[in-house]
């Protein structure tokens, strides 16, 4: 399965592009926009706050440790890439068991 929202930058490291929505009531993954995943945030996008949130939310949810995510783009944006020091394959396992519909 392909994703669009996924790229491989090497064999042991992918990009995924992320569109954050803050000040949700709970932290999930809930669909796609514009091609890429969609995930709610329950962290204020203050301080750095909302990108810390989902960087910590995305390593256990891939099982791996923080230190192998970090934010490539969209520091103050709702639409972010984050590098993932996993190969691709393992993150799109990942998103195949989030149970969402594929983009189209």
């Known amino acids: 399965m392909t994703w669009t ?18 000040n949700g009531k709970r932290t999930a993954a809930e669909g ?23 960087v910590a939310w995305l390593a256990d949810a891939i099982g791996c440790p923080k230190r192998d995510v970090s934010l490539l783009r969209g520091d103050t944006a709702r639409r972010k ?3 993932i020091d996993r190969p691709a394959d393992d993150v799109a396992a990942w ?8 983009p189209e």
């Open 5 to 22: 929202c996924l790229r491989a930058t090497g064999p042991q490291a992918c990009v995924l592009d992320i569109s954050v929505s803050p």
């Open 32 to 54: 796609w926009h514009d091609g890429a995943l969609r995930v709610r945030l329950a962290a204020p996008p203050v301080d750095g706050k909302a990108n810390a949130a989902l």
């Open 81 to 83: 890439q984050l590098q």
């Open 95 to 102: 998103l195949a068991t989030l149970g969402l519909p594929q």
